[in-house]
């Protein structure tokens, strides 16, 4: 998601996310293996793709979205409302209150009138409570839930993200959390990400001879870069092609225009990832979202060894340039057209809040919408078929 950097960069940045930067090995680190002790299994669910949880507050079960691009745990308003109280600034620690005065995020910023800080609560997430004395943030979620396709009632941040150890099977689409670390001879490779407070962890891209950190954000899909990495690709004369002027990028500050481009050269821990799409920003954020993730058929996150260890074959994929722009949103039970401009959508034959019933015949849950916006986008010129609800009206459209 991209959230919650504050004000001062010195605080929260290790190594600097950006480009040029040089303070990791790839090499493969040396761990003794230990064997894994089923007991030590906090939580075993079905997962695809985002990582969603179910967490209990005060005996009742929330479902909270896993986000390492929030450096806080966030409550939804009406969540907050129910389960603990403001934290009156009087009694917040001055590194919090200094801390949290403003919010930088990847695409804006946030003013103190955009979010309250609240109290803490003890959670539990399967079988491990965790005793919280951090603040936690109260903030309207309803955009990111039009986005993810899931209604969530918060978000676990990086802080107790740290605290488990995390595997997700990309092909069996399970998640497992777990109090021991993973051996590390469970996978075929490990490498070493870097760490620190009020940021999120790092993995390390590789352009030519350039080593260039991105941010692991698990509340996001997509690739982020600055708008000066852009110019760092041209002056490299990089394989370099913009895919859409005004996409739609969304953090804690809401929804904004961003360019989106299609990048060829990068490669991770050797492996060369062929094409990225990269979504821009202007706040120097670099990050990899759950697309990335997905290029793995196993992965698991060790916070206390600082390691990220995985299978794969290959994480090459081959991105195709857009055919058309169709901006969706979860609007429940619904996924519907939204967020576009008029005359763009009049040409199509579409309007916005046209609901989609199905596309090719296939009818997608709002769980699947960004396999929805994939086909919608990628789907060749003249193939793609849309059933559509407009008021009391069915509709069929081809584009």
């Known amino acids: 998601m991209r959230l919650l950097k504050g004000k001062k960069k ?48 005060e005996n009742k079960t929330w479902h909270f979205l896993v986000d390492t691009g929030s450096s806080f745990t966030i409550l939804n308003q009406k969540v907050a409302d129910e389960i603990t109280k403001p934290y ?10 200094e801390n949290l005065s403003g919010i930088t995020t990847a695409y804006g910023s946030m003013s ?32 990111m839930v039009e986005a993810l396709g899931s209604d969530i009632d918060g978000i676990i ?18 998640l497992l959390i777990t109090r021991e670390a993973p051996s590390a001879s469970d996978y075929r490779y490990c490498t070493g990400y870097s760490d620190a407070y009020n940021s999120m962890p790092q993995l390390w891209l590789r352009y030519e001879n350039t080593d ?57 821990n050797q492996m060369p990832l062929a094409e990225v799409k990269l979504e821009i920003n202007q706040n ?19 916070p206390s060894r600082l390691m990220f260890c995985y299978d794969a074959d290959s994480l090459e994929r081959h991105e195709l340039a857009s055919v058309r722009h169709i ?24 309007r916005n809040g046209d609901v989609i019933l199905a596309l090719n015949g296939i009818s997608y849950p709002p769980a699947q919408i960004d396999r929805l916006r994939e086909k919608l986008a990628l789907t060749p010129a003249g193939k793609l078929k849309l059933k559509i609800q407009r008021a009391e009206q069915q509709m069929e459209i081809t584009l």
């Open 212 to 268: 260039i950190a991105f941010g692991i954000d698990t509340g996001g899909n997509g690739v982020t870069a600055d708008r000066e990495f852009i110019q760092f690709a041209k002056d490299h004369h990089a394989a370099l092609m913009l895919d859409n002027p005004n996409d739609t990028a969304m953090d804690g500050s809401g929804l904004k225009n961003a360019p989106l481009y299609i990048f060829q050269g990068l490669t991770f």
């Open 88 to 97: 009156p600034a009087a009694e917040l620690p001055a590194f919090y209150r």
């Open 327 to 350: 901006k969706v949103r979860y609007n429940n039970p619904n996924i519907e057209v939204f967020y576009n401009d008029e005359a763009a959508m009049d040409m199509l034959g579409l």
């Open 10 to 57: 010195g605080l929260l940045l290790a190594c600097g996310i950006g480009i040029l930067s040089a303070c990791n090995d790839n090499s493969e680190p040396t761990v003794s293996a230990t064997n894994h002790n089923p007991a030590s299994a906090v939580l075993d669910i079905t997962s695809d793709r985002n990582l969603i949880i179910p967490v209990a507050i």
């Open 112 to 143: 103190r009138n955009d979010y309250a800080i609240i109290r803490p609560r003890p959670l539990t997430i399967g079988s491990q409570q965790i005793n919280d004395d951090t603040p936690w943030i109260s903030l309207d979620l309803s955009q």
């Open 157 to 174: 941040g990086v802080d107790t993200f740290r605290k488990l150890n995390w595997q997700v099977d990309n092909q069996k689409k399970r």
């Open 284 to 302: 120097q954020q670099y990050s990899l979202g759950m697309g990335f993730l997905a290029r793995f058929a196993r992965y698991a996150f060790i």
